[in-house]
């Protein structure tokens, strides 16, 4: 009984009686209606009974004349683009509706829906929630367009109007209800319901110098690194330096409430007032002007001209005065920096030089790193400095240096790793190369090569003289996977080879057996009787191993090749360490060592040459007990005898 009187109240009617509202906001006067009769809004519905749009232009406005109520194909008129977009063109909608509480089930029960719009409301959808349940009915399309305009007056947009695309929209919507009878929607979902027209910006001028480089946000200047802001901007041959985005126009729009939406005229304040020299070509398109070099280097403003150079001279590179200099490394870009005080870093702590030909007419301070082509530096590197160049010159070196070709006036422990490495006196510090001369050794001193180390002059001791075929870390991590390649193949060969082995065993023994099965079933073939089963599984039993035999074969040739290629590999470093050399012209005295560093077998050999051995060379043996040795080789003099003649002539 109490259920029964729960459910009585729950079908009750707030509104006893529909209430007609003559409105031009329907969702406002829903929002009144709520509020007096203590009724939630979303358990309002209403019928939509008449529906007359308005329209007068700006002067009849001016005026104070009378709206124009739009009839028919006025109605059809207003929903082309030209006069939707008429500037000067006002409109509005009276509705009048029926609004009752509601209380009974729907066929939209279980399809949850609502209006959304983009931001300027030029295009709004009815939005479906995954999940939503809709089942066909005979008049599905009238009520989901019933449905749909209701929702669109909730949301303030206008009927009748921007809805070319409905009809359309709803019949395939209904379309894929009939064929699925019930449909559940496995995804989120979209229907466009009213479409205006969307403004265009408008496009105010403006000079863009960043062209292929990041722009820095206003909101983050904090994290702007000062270091780098373009001192010099080097550019290769077709790139576009900068270009002139020309003013346009934009177009007016009018949003799915009837609302006209302007747009400023463009702003014309950036437009280029420099000249160009014959190294910068203007490049000219309907949006914009694009400015591109003729030819590599960098960028040269002088004289309101714009220009392209190849050489600049400056006093230093600082966070003060340039910043860091990234220029193109294929750009024919020279820089010199020459620092009067040499007390002072020429290149600052901090900086970063990235440029094809570098010259430094002094030192290079800390945490520096220098990228270049050809780089030569006069004074000296600080032990913190990077530098990566293809041919290099420095005078003092204490830091680290990558390049292909180096010459070094003095090295005071640092480290330069390169294809070939000369230096005048070392003092101390790492060289990595495939082949290193120097003048003058002192102390303390590492030359790793993979060719030849030629020493000059041997002054001090606790120096190491160091072959190793593999110098790179990369050639180093390859030969350790060949090695564990080889392990592999090894172990798989194994297993072919045992697996084979059980195979050909087995037909070996069932050979006779088998000449015998194929004589018997070619016998009953040529008589045309059936032959029987338990023979033709036999038969297939005997191909099958015989199959297996041709692969296991196949596969046991493939893996003696990996190996083989794979060992070859190695062979070539084993081989080579023969042809290496440490040569010494002077007379060798103190604690220097020797050491070789073989690949296959991985292993170490070294020695220390006795004090008074003079201009001899160093190689590898291996000697008749099957031992790896250093041994020395005298130097053919000849040469050197020549030379000195012709010096003293």
């Known amino acids: 009984m109490l259920m029964s009187e729960e459910m009585n109240q ?66 059809a008129y207003y929903n082309e683009e030209s006069a939707i977009l008429i500037r000067d063109i006002f409109l509005y909608q009276e509705y009048d509706v029926e609004v009752f509480d509601k209380v009974e089930s729907t066929i939209f029960d279980d399809f949850n829906c609502s209006i959304g719009a983009n931001s300027d409301v030029t295009s709004v959808y009815l939005s479906i929630q995954k999940g939503s349940k809709l089942s066909y009915c005979k008049n599905l399309s009238d009520e989901l367009y ?13 009927l009748e109007l921007f809805e070319n695309e409905l009809d359309k929209n709803i019949e395939q919507l209904v379309a894929r209800v009939r064929v699925a009878e019930d449909m559940v929607f496995s995804e989120n979902e979209r229907v466009l319901v009213s479409h205006g027209i969307a403004p265009i910006k408008t496009i105010d001028d403006y000079l863009n110098k960043n062209v292929g480089k990041e722009v820095i946000a206003e909101d983050s200047i904090q994290k702007m690194d000062y270091s780098k802001r373009d001192f010099v901007i080097g550019a290769n041959k077709g790139d576009v330096l900068f270009e002139y985005i020309k003013p346009k126009d934009g177009t007016a729009g009018r949003n799915c409430r009837g609302e006209h939406i302007s747009v400023e005229p463009a702003i014309k304040s950036n437009a280029p007032k420099f000249e160009l020299s014959d190294k910068i070509e203007a490049k000219e398109s309907d949006d914009k002007i694009e400015y591109i070099a003729v030819e590599g280097g960098y960028v040269l403003l002088e004289n309101n001209t714009y220009d392209i150079q190849h050489s600049l001279e400056i006093d230093e590179i600082s966070f003060k005065t340039t910043g860091s200099i990234l220029t193109p490394l294929d750009a024919d870009i020279t820089i010199t920096v020459k620092k009067d005080d040499e007390f002072e870093d020429a290149i600052c702590n901090g900086m970063e030089v990235t440029v094809k030909n570098l010259v430094v007419d002094g030192g290079v301070g800390p945490s520096t790193v220098i990228n270049s082509t050809v780089a030569t530096i006069a004074g000296q590197t600080h032990q913190d400095s990077l530098i990566n160049a293809e041919e290099l010159n420095i005078h003092v070196h204490k830091g680290t ?46 030359l790793i090569a993979s060719e030849t180390i030629e020493i000059q002059k041997l002054q001090g001791s606790e120096n190491h003289f160091i072959i190793d075929p593999v110098l790179k870390d990369e050639e180093k991590e390859e030969l350790h996977q060949d090695e564990n390649k080889i392990v592999q193949a090894t172990r798989k060969k194994s297993s072919i080879e045992t697996e084979l082995d059980k195979f050909r065993t087995a037909m070996k023994k069932n050979k006779n057996a088998y000449r015998n099965l ?77 050491i070789y560093k073989l690949v296959n077998p991985e292993m170490e050999v070294s020695l220390i040459p006795e004090d008074g051995l003079k201009n001899l060379a160093f190689g590898l043996e291996v000697n008749e007990a099957g031992a790896y040795v250093i041994v020395p080789i005298v130097l053919d003099t000849t040469l050197n005898k020549d030379v000195e003649e012709e010096e003293e002539d």
């Open 146 to 158: 019933l449905l749909i305009q209701k929702k669109k007056l909730r949301a303030n947009i206008m």
């Open 10 to 75: 729950e079908t009750e009617h707030v509104i006893t009686n529909p209430i007609l509202v003559h409105t031009r906001n329907v969702a406002k006067d829903l929002l009144k209606i709520s509020s007096d009769h203590d009724i939630a809004v979303d358990n309002l519905d209403f019928h939509l009974l008449d529906t007359k749009t308005y329209t007068r232009t700006a002067e009849e406005k001016k005026a104070n004349s009378e709206w124009t109520e739009l009839m028919g194909e006025d109605i």
């Open 518 to 594: 194929v004589a018997k079933i070619k016998d009953l073939r040529a008589h045309e009787t059936p032959v029987p089963h338990e023979l033709v599984v036999k038969y297939k039993t005997f191909k099958n191993i015989i199959e297996r035999i041709k692969v296991l074969e196949v596969e046991l040739v493939e893996q003696n090749s990996k190996i083989e290629d794979l060992s070859s590999k190695n062979d070539v470093y084993k081989d080579e360490i023969f042809e290496t050399r440490v040569i010494n012209h002077d007379r060798w005295s103190g604690h220097n060592t020797i």
């Open 401 to 446: 240096a990558n390049a292909k070709h180096a010459v070094i006036a003095r090295l005071e422990h640092g480290v330069i790793k390169a294809d070939s490495v000369h230096i005048e006196k070392a003092m101390g510090g790492t060289v990595i190369a495939k082949t290193i001369s120097v003048d003058i050794v002192a102390s303390h001193v590492k």
